[in-house]
T-cell receptor, first 114, second 109 residues
Framework: DTEVTQTPKHLVMGMTNKKSLKCEQH?????MYWYKQKAKKPPELMFV???????INESVPSRFSPECPNSSLLNLHLHALQPEDSALYLC?????????????FGQGTRLTVV | KNEVEQSPQNLTAQEGEFITINCSYS?????LHWLQQHPGGGIVSLFM???GKKKHGRLIATINIQEKHSSLHITASHPRDSAVYIC???????????FGTGTSLTVIP
C-alpha cells in the first residue's frame, strides 16, 4: 500500500463552522506534512510532524489546528476560517523527515469557505 | 529569490514531440524530486534523484549536482502527459520540501 488517503475530497464550510480534514498512510512513514495550494501556485508548507511530534509550524494562523493521534493518521482541524483560506489542502508523508526520502502525496481536499 | 527555479513556466507541444523541463536550485540538497499534478488533483511522485539519471517508461530525469541543475525529459509526448510538472528539493537539515513554481505542459493531439 503506497497511498496517502485524504478525506473528504471536497468540503464547503461556512465561516462559523468547525470541520476536520483527515489524512492516513500505512507505509510506516514517520514524517507527515500539511500543505496549502492556491490555484496555479506551488504548495506552501503549513505543518510537519516528525515521529508524531509537531516539528514545523510555518506561522500558520491558529484557526488551523493540526493533530497527529498516531503514526498513521494526521488531522487538520478548521475553525472560523476566512474565504481566503479556500484552497487545495494536500497531505504528504515520507519515510524520514528530510534527507534522501521520497514523498508521497494524497489527492487533496478541495476546501471552499463561504 | 526562490530556492528552486523552473523553466519554462508554460509549454505547449504537439503529440510525439520530445519535451524538456529544466530545474535549477541554489541550496545544498539531499535529493531532488520531480512531481506531476493533473488539474484539480493531487500530486504524484515521478522521480527522486540524488545523482545521475533515472528512467521510467517515456520519462527520463537527470541531475548534475555540481551545476545544481536537473532536467525532466518526456519522449514521444502524449495528450495524457498534459499536467503541471513540479521540481522540489529536500535538504539534509530541516524536514521539508522546497518547491519550484511548476511547468504547465499541454500536449496537443
Amino acid at each position: 500500500d503506497t497511498e496517502v488517503t485524504q478525506t473528504p475530497k471536497h468540503l464547503v464550510m461556512g465561516m462559523t463552522n468547525k470541520k476536520s480534514l483527515k489524512c492516513e498512510q500505512h507505509m510506516g512513514h514517520r514524517a507527515m506534512y500539511w500543505y496549502k495550494q492556491k490555484a496555479k501556485k506551488p504548495p506552501e508548507l503549513m505543518f510537519v510532524y516528525s515521529y508524531e511530534k509537531l516539528s514545523i509550524n510555518e506561522s500558520v494562523p491558529s484557526r488551523f489546528s493540526p493533530e497527529c493521534p498516531n503514526s498513521s493518521l494526521l488531522n487538520l482541524h478548521l475553525h472560523a476560517l476566512q474565504p481566503e483560506d479556500s484552497a487545495l489542502y494536500l497531505c504528504a508523508s515520507s519515510q524520514d523527515p528530510g534527507g534522501v526520502t521520497e514523498a508521497f502525496f494524497g489527492q487533496g481536499t478541495r476546501l471552499t469557505v463561504v | 529569490k526562490n530556492e528552486v527555479e523552473q523553466s519554462p513556466q508554460n509549454l505547449t507541444a504537439q503529440e510525439g514531440e520530445f519535451i524538456t523541463i529544466n530545474c535549477s536550485y541554489s541550496v545544498g540538497i539531499s535529493a531532488l524530486h520531480w512531481l506531476q499534478q493533473h488539474p484539480g488533483g493531487g500530486i504524484v511522485s515521478l522521480f527522486m534523484l540524488s545523482s545521475g539519471k533515472k528512467k521510467h517508461g517515456r520519462l527520463i530525469a537527470t541531475i548534475n549536482i555540481q551545476e545544481k541543475h536537473s532536467s525532466l525529459h518526456i519522449t514521444a509526448s502524449h495528450p495524457r502527459d498534459s499536467a503541471v510538472y513540479i521540481c522540489a528539493v529536500s535538504r539534509n537539515t530541516g524536514n521539508q520540501f522546497y518547491f519550484g513554481t511548476g511547468t504547465s505542459l499541454t500536449v496537443i493531439p
